[in-house]
């Protein structure tokens, strides 16, 4: 656990990951309440609504040139006048993932294991589609090399 917590780089290029790629990209709610939206629009409660995670990791007021990865956007000095709202790849609230700390847990550790063994590298684009989660629609083709340790 204490190593885990020392992969600050690889923690922000899963953060940054799961801010272009939400793996839930949509979730959807039942308003419990009417809402009046500051737009003056009036949600009337038992409406179903959908929340677009996707959109919300690419508004510019939170991040500028939102179609670049860059994964020091989650240094702490960039987070710390950050909305708590705008990064929220495992929702947010009483419903959210409750797998959240464990999925990252598990990241880490595949990541640095792959790794320590292998490079890794993109062979051409992928499509993002979806099918409840966010999936590729034709396959992800990647090259691999054994690492040589030097
Ligand atoms: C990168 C990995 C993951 C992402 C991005 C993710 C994302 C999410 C999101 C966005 C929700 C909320 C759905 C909603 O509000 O309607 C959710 C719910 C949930 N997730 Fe995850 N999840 C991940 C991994 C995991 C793992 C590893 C587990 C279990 C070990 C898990 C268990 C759950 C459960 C049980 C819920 C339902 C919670 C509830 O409704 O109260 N998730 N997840």
């Given at each position: 656990m204490e190593l885990f917590n020392e992969l600050k780089y690889i923690e922000r290029v899963i953060k940054e990951t799961l801010r272009i790629y939400?793996?839930?990209p949509v979730i959807g709610r039942e308003i419990a309440k009417d809402i009046d939206l500051p737009s003056g629009y009036k949600v009337p409660a038992g409406s179903i609504m959908a929340v677009i995670i996707a959109g919300i990791h690419f508004n510019k007021k939170h991040y500028p040139n939102p179609e670049v990865f860059d994964p020091d956007r989650f240094l702490p000095e960039k987070m710390v006048n950050r909305h708590p709202y705008s990064y929220v790849p495992f929702s947010?609230?009483?419903?959210?993932?409750?797998g959240q700390r464990f999925a990252m847990l598990e990241l880490k550790s595949a990541i640095s294991h792959f790794l320590l063994k292998y490079e890794i590298g993109a062979e051409g684009d992928t499509l993002p589609g979806m099918i409840l989660t966010l999936q590729s629609d034709n396959g992800h083709k990647v090259w691999l090399r054994p690492r040589v340790n030097k």
């Open positions: 939400p793996s839930v947010a609230g009483p419903r959210n993932c409750i």
